[in-house]
């Protein structure tokens, strides 16, 4: 009887010794974020053609991805010469993501129309850490 309450002490012990080791384990890679940086595809979009900005994620996460924050700036106005950006966007499993821009036809007159840029910000959220470069930016040619 003895020997029975003695073997299940010493197995629940080792037990619990196995799954703190592992959830000690399970904390030590939850301080290793991922760091995400940007960058753009290409410096001139004509009007009217899409463009894209490429996210990326290193280390990339084991079981799936994440969501990341963003602000959009610069002189291009959304809905007049760009399709706005709805943040966050999601990187995958990968650790890759395309935001793509869908520039628009320019309806201003001949006289008003000109170039302008759209610059996309990492802006910090819950699970992951902005690397450098944290911003890039596309110019939207006539």
Known sequence: MRTKILSKLV??????????????????????????????????????????????MRPTLMFGGTYVNFGVSGTAIPGVDYVPLISPHYIGQS?????????????RAPAFRRSCKVVVTLEPGPGYAVGEPKSAQMTIEP
């Open 95 to 107: 650790g890759y993501a395309v935001m793509l821009v869908q520039t628009l036809p320019d309806r």
């Open 11 to 56: 197995l629940s012990l080792g037990l619990m010794f196995v799954l703190g080791s592992a959830i000690t384990q399970l904390h030590a890679e939850e301080d290793k974020v991922p760091i995400i940086t940007i960058h753009s595809t290409e410096e001139a979009v004509p009007r009217g053609k899409p463009g894209a900005f490429v996210l990326d």
